[in-house]
């Protein structure tokens, strides 16, 4: 291809390439989401259409890009992880973000109606995200540990305040001000006490978030095949494939890890 003078502003450019032998986290965080689900009316404290549709669209990103080991959402958030040994776009961070925020955007409004039904997508969602390298399995379990706590932190909270204002009738200012300063344990004693809620009972969705992974299943099929002399037969056929599979469990503890041990890589 014939080369022009003004190519030399390629120079320009700075390399952004992840360091090798790393886990790649690409982070997407709904921007101003706050305002977004007030106006199309989420249900509060959690919405399922939300969480499902948060979800749905991680999958797409997943089935698109499958050098993703594993993803864990919760809220407005989705991280994705990358394999050490992924060459997705030659590891260059700002093509990996930018892919994994353009489809999960994309999916997000393709998808909405599914979920929503005939409620209107009155405006188009915003995500931004970042790029964080884990070098460590120690590292890459402690950020997704970090994640998760946050899950369990912000929705005991809002389970409380919620709870305080349609069951217990305060004002979202009275609602704040009674949690001000309330530890974990205040906040379950709350809702025990006073409303009768075990929050060890509440959905494993809004209190654990959601973790995608790949799976292998077994999937049968027949279909009819001509076999000489014989005529017409219906065979079946067992076939193995990898299916993205959602899990509502601990993360933090060894347990998830030990039963998956094709997530992680080993350290060098």
């Known amino acids: 291809m014939a080369k022009s003078k003004f190519e030399y502003v390629r120079n320009f450019e700075t390399d952004d390439t992840c360091l090798r032998n790393c886990y790649i986290v690409v982070r997407l965080d709904g921007r101003n989401f706050h305002k977004f689900a007030e106006e199309h009316n989420f249900l509060k404290p959690n919405d399922d259409r939300a969480l499902e549709l948060m ?4 999958r797409s990103v997943m089935e698109e890009l499958d050098d993703i080991a594993v993803a864990y959402g919760q809220s407005d958030e989705f991280s994705f992880v990358f394999k050490r040994s992924t060459n997705w776009f030659k590891r260059r961070a700002s093509k990996l973000m930018t892919h994994v925020a353009s489809q999960f955007s994309s999916s997000y409004v393709f998808y909405w109606k599914d979920y929503f039904g ?12 970042r ?11 402690d950020y997704l540990s970090w994640r998760q706590a946050d899950c369990h932190i912000n929705n005991l909270y809002n389970t409380a305040f919620w709870t305080l204002v349609q069951k217990g009738g305060l004002s979202t200012i009275q609602a704040e001000e009674r949690l001000k300063g309330t530890l974990s344990a205040d906040k379950n004693e709350i809702l025990f006490s006073e409303f009768n809620i075990n929050y060890n009972n509440e959905s494993a969705l809004h209190r654990k978030g959601t973790t995608l992974i790949w799976q292998k299943v077994k999937e049968t099929s027949t279909k009819n095949v001509t076999v000489p002399s014989q005529g017409e037969e219906e065979v079946t056929f067992t076939r193995s494939r990898r299916k993205i599979t959602a899990c509502n ?12 041990p094709d997530i992680l890589e080993e350290d060098s």
């Open 118 to 129: 005939e409620h209107p997508l009155l405006y188009p969602p915003g995500f931004d995200g």
């Open 131 to 141: 790029v964080v390298l884990y070098p460590s399995n120690r590292n890459l379990r």
């Open 249 to 260: 469990c601990d993360i933090i503890g060894d347990s998830f890890w030990d039963e998956h």
């Open 55 to 58: 979800s749905r669209s991680a």
